[in-house]
């Protein structure tokens, strides 16, 4: 409803003596806007904190790298900037901010400059099903304006060699074809899949383009910032211009839009192409629209022309999300489901072979942003694995692919699953010296849970046939460490080592049952719930009056430690079995007494908690009248909205002391797909 109230008000011509009130932020002040989130390179953000000054704000990679980005209105023959600008040019006016929203794939700005309203639509598109635009490596950007008056209104574009991630080797190429006039970026000799100290692709192409409108004028020019924009400044267009390049040039695109009473609107493309997009085993994969006769030609051309279905699918994807969300748990949990969305497939590229272009060939990459770049991390892959089970279960597959199939070549020789299959993205070179971070009985359940979960909710069982034989040989490593458990690392790595872990030994129960199930093999299903009858029915993992999980076993020894026991998830999404009732109850009634002033910490060592792991509790323990659940929802919440943070959602933050309620290092990580758990339990394929 947010974003048809946003534009119901844009048609409603919002008058200029309105600007001098405070901006508004539907449905609230995020940290962090997405603004063109589409991949791990192309992962553009505006922090909350200056939204109300948006004229002057300047976008950013998703750790905190400036990309100069800058649009200019001229309304009257007046113009105004409205984003970019930290400092105004002579005769040049910000344009006053009304409002910012956001939906799952929109954010949208509203301004006002001389009569005009004028809205910056951001629409990144989310297409579960449709991988020839999920795989687009470009975002739209949408200019609209109106005037209850006839107005001249021209609007203008430009970016600079920030978007490169150098300075000083820039090349840089206009295309017209067809309508599109393109403007693209290059660095010389870039050396393919390298990238900066800010995680910015080097071998990138930066592209901005965009067609005339059924009304508009299209013109370009690049060279000096102040020459290019004084064309703007003189007379709404550019000359053509086009010199070699310079440091601090800029390349340009601008629309003149005629006299304007009724919305007028004129959309860019905004980007970063990678032919090379991933280094599989030595092998370059590439975008899934490469393979596809629409795209093949002039890829930011079918993009372009893709908009209306784009849009129309993006505005019931949000439809549906918050239909959903808001019925199943109000509205501080749809406001986080709408936050998540762009985030978690922005960690991902949707690839095929570059020399084949085979699009029945599909494997998607996931990148482990901000934590430490790894490629396809199967506990990253785990905690996200909600999102792609709501909205489609083929993700699950498509991102396990070129892990399955790097195991199969036996290079790995390890008897329990591998962390990752590439230390740096986008080199996913596999681990052929046994390096990886070790993590045996977390990853070993981990994929015996996401081939299940996969199976169970598409009733295919291809995949999990084909590796039957590496499947089992990880199910034999939880029987004999799944509860005789030598010390190692979990997910949540920053606490360190320990040995018999409670909530790793629930997952390995889970892991053993799940796969006993997918493959009819009752002996493990029977050996997972034995583990849990030790764990649980016997006191093993519990206190001994039974009111919560250890951290560690026994029980006994650890009664005064507790763990959030998120790796109940999986048990209720997927209807296993492995423990009782009263376990998930018991969890549901515990969690509100040890909850701190911000929330629930991950566990009795630490002051911190996690985002996705408390949604992964909630939904497996939701409480009496699924108190428990609301406390974990809103407590993320009012971490999200309270104003003392400006990075992209980030999944862990502090909750108590001088800190509280600031985020703790990671930042726009894929996990925030865990958040979906609560509506995952709802069913899978809801999109």
Known sequence: MAAYLSLLVFLLHIPADTTGAAPTHTPILPPSYPIAVRNPYLSVWLPGNVVDYLPTAVPQTWNGQNLNTTIFARVGGNTYSLLGVPVPPKNVQPASVVSAEYTATHTIFTLTAGSATLRLDFLSPVSPRNYLRQSLPYSYLTVSACSPNSVAVQIYLDIDETWTGQSGNTRHHLYNTNATTIWQMSVAGAVTYAQNPQEQALWGRPTIATNPSSRSNVTSSSGRVNDVRNQFFANGRLTGS??????????????????????????????????????????????????????????????????PDANRESLALDATLRSRASDLAGANYTDILALSVRQAYGATDVTIPNDSLDTNDVMVFMKEISSDGNVNTLDVIYPAFPLFYVMNPEYIRLLLEPVMQYLATGRWKQSYAIHDIGTSYPNAIGHDNQAAEAQPVEECGN?????????????????ATRYHTILRGYADYLVANGINMPSQL???????????????????????????????????????????????????????????????????????????AFNLFPDALLKLGTFPQAAFDMEAAYYPTVRATGGVPLDSRVGWGKTDSMQFAGAASPGRANGTREMFIDDVHAFISNGLNEVPFSDRWTLAGDRNGHALGYRARPVVGGHFAHLAMEGSGLF
């Not at 994929?447 to 995949?463: C, G, H, M, V």
């Open 490 to 564: 979990s997910t949540d790595d920053s606490t360190g080592k320990t040995a018999n872990q409670t909530n790793l030994a629930i997952k390995a129960a889970i892991g053993l049952t799940a796969y006993g199930t997918l493959f009819n093999e009752p002996r493990y299903t029977a050996i997972g719930k034995s583990y849990a009858n030790q764990l649980y029915n016997q006191g093993l993992g519990t206190d001994a009056a039974k009111t919560h999980f250890t951290l560690n076993y026994p029980g006994s020894v650890h009664a005064n430690t507790y763990a959030t």
């Open 242 to 307: 086009n010199p070699p390049w310079a440091r601090s040039d800029v390349a340009a695109l601008a629309h003149d839009l005629g006299r304007v009473s009724a919305i007028a609107s004129v959309t860019f493309a905004i980007g970063l192409e990678r032919q090379q997009t991933v280094n599989y085993l030595g092998h370059a994969r590439t975008g899934y629209y490469r393979g596809t006769s629409a795209a093949k030609v002039c890829a930011v051309c079918h993009f372009l022309e893709d908009y």
């Open 447 to 463: 994929l015996l849970i996401l081939a299940y979960a996969y199976t169970l909710s598409t009733r295919n069982n291809t995949f």
